[in-house]
């Protein structure tokens, strides 16, 4: 995690950030406008890259870490990946809901975080984003602080991947296409709290929640299917369909714990 720590430091300072608020929390001054401004979680396993902003936030993963070496510029460190196989999220907010204020996004780095929040009137959504290294998937938690405020649709892109193929309207699922080993594959579940999904030509869509999960795992060949049970067991035993908000707040307590615990 010292890698992590570095890149997310190098890349505050770059940005012109200044260490304010919470304990270990950078905030970022800059507001994005490109990937090179975008703000990275790594784990062993994944290289993350959130670019966030009232309207669409977009997440790009790999699996090639190591090519992130000798720099901590996002927009090297994407240089270093170029070619590599690459997962890309998108979440769409569509505007009807008022204009959006006090946009900010900020980084714990000794934890890997990255945090978004702005407001619609009287309303503040935060978005969290997270490579967990241990679960090795990404968790993208949503909250409103009031009921019934998010509205959203998740939508998802793999290089060399067939076209995502929705499953009991939760989960995407995208295979490699055949004779291209190598290849990514991906699963995502979109895990609202309170509300139901619907899926909306290639997408799902959310409406009227105030709080959702989203997990996204990715590998080169290899079984997925199983990677919300797992969860599940682990964070909800007992429990069928698991409880997204125990799988969310089990996984943060982890890595946080883990975090406080280390040298």
Not at 124 to 141: K, L, P
């Amino acid at each position: 995690m010292k890698r992590a720590v570095e890149i997310c430091l190098s890349l505050a300072v770059c940005a012109g950030a200044a260490i304010a608020g919470e304990a270990g929390v950078v905030k970022i001054a800059a507001a994005p406008v490109t990937w090179a401004d975008a703000l990275p979680s790594i784990s062993k396993r994944q290289a993350v890259f959130v670019l966030d902003t009232p309207s669409q936030t977009e997440v790009r993963g790999y699996l090639n870490a190591a090519a992130l070496r000798g720099s901590g510029e996002v927009g090297k460190m994407l240089e270093g990946l170029a070619g590599e196989a690459k997962v890309d999220l998108r979440i769409e907010w569509p505007d009807g809901f008022g204009k959006p204020t006090g946009f900010g996004r900020e980084v714990m780095p000794a934890a890997g975080l990255v945090r978004s929040s702005y407001r619609v009137g009287s309303t503040t959504i935060t978005r969290t984003f997270f490579a967990a290294e241990e679960e090795g998937a990404v968790f993208i938690h949503l909250i409103a602080n009031q009921p019934g405020a998010l509205n959203f649709k998740v939508t998802v892109r793999v290089t060399g991947g067939m076209e995502p193929e929705i499953e009991d309207r939760r989960q995407m699922i995208v295979s490699p296409v055949a004779g291209q080993p190598g290849r990514l594959g991906a699963r995502v579940w979109v895990l609202p709290f309170e509300s139901d999904v619907a899926k909306e030509g290639n997408g799902i869509m959310v409406k009227g929640e105030g709080e959702a999960l989203i997990v996204c795992n990715y590998a080169a060949g290899g079984d997925l299917s199983g990677t919300l049970a797992k969860l599940g067991a682990r964070y909800d035993p007992g429990h069928t369909p698991a409880d997204p908000s125990k799988i969310w707040h089990g996984v943060l307590d982890s890595r946080l714990k883990s975090v406080e615990n280390s040298p």
